[in-house]
């Protein structure tokens, strides 16, 4: 099929109303997005919570159509951080409350309950332990651990 037919037949389904309805079966077919918060008692003792966070249709970036939005919140900073691999952080609390997405290698964390958790490219982590002992946070992959790192203003 040339070029003219497919934007021929792309406009015709979009005056249809055809296209928008598959953008949106697109835009919502993944219902959620989770992620992992290391939270803390009133001790000061960390443990691991997962959390789901719906997505909802939202005209966002007008005139492109609506997609899914969730979890929309001011930042105070982003940085971009790396890790040596088999690095060994030891314990340690977050310096601020922040989302760390994890973009490459593996890391385990470990939080006062015992757990330990891994941690791949893909995965975001809240941590909210700013204080006490914190978590100890290793990386076990071979390969650097790549991070971005979304800072939450203080409150």
């Known amino acids: 099929m040339n070029a003219i037919a497919r934007i021929f037949i792309i406009g015709s389904l979009y005056a249809l109303g055809t296209l928008n309805v598959f953008a949106d079966s697109v835009a919502t077919s993944v219902k959620s997005v989770s992620y992992t918060r290391l939270a803390m008692t009133a001790d000061q003792q960390t443990y691991f919570v997962d959390e789901d966070v719906n997505y909802e249709l939202k005209d966002f970036a007008p005139p ?62 809240l941590l909210e332990d700013n204080a006490g002992r914190g978590h100890d946070t290793r990386v076990v992959s071979d390969a650097p651990a790549r991070f971005a790192i979304v800072a939450l203003p203080d409150k």
């Open 64 to 125: 492109a159509g609506p997609i899914g939005v969730a979890l929309m919140q001011p930042a105070q900073s982003v940085v971009f951080t790396t890790l040596a691999g088999k690095w060994d952080g030891d314990w340690h609390p977050a310096p601020r409350k922040q989302f760390v997405i994890l973009l490459g290698g593996t890391v385990e964390i470990e939080v006062a309950s015992g757990d330990v958790r891994r941690f791949s490219a893909g995965d975001v982590v």
